[in-house]
């Protein structure tokens, strides 16, 4: 098992920052990809920013050149720096861990932070 713990949301006004951490622990061997997904009331949940197989980085258009993601490997945190927050960034945004077992994916999720971008 894998356990995610996330934090560093909160309520921030538009153009602010936020960094959010997710902290890996447990069974972490064989994680080949981490990411954060979010969901905002009444949509579905959305990739915002995650790391593939080696370092490669993906971001969703809506975040590009505004979050960025980076890891600690040391401290098997990954991390989300969120600039410029726009009000339809609110949503619950979520750690996602995926590991590889004899090509079976196995996703492990956090249990989420809220973030609130209002004035």
């Known amino acids: 098992q894998v356990q995610l713990v996330e934090s560093g949301g909160g309520l921030v006004q538009p153009g602010g920052s936020l960094r959010l951490s997710c902290a890996a622990s447990g069974s972490i061997f064989s994680i080949y990809a981490m990411g954060w997904y979010r969901q905002a009331p009444g949509k579905q949940r959305e990739l915002v920013a995650g790391?593939?197989?080696?370092?490669?980085?993906n971001y969703a258009d809506s975040v590009k050149g505004r979050f960025t993601i980076s890891r600690d490997n040391a401290k098997n945190t990954v991390y989300l720096q969120m600039n410029s927050l726009k009000p339809e960034d609110t949503a619950v945004y979520y750690c996602?861990?995926?590991?590889?077992?004899?090509?079976?994916?196995?996703?492990?999720w956090g249990q989420g932070t809220q973030v609130t971008v209002s004035s």
């Open positions: 790391f593939t197989s080696g370092s490669r980085t």
């Open positions: 996602k861990a995926t590991k590889l077992i004899a090509n079976n994916e196995y996703d492990y």
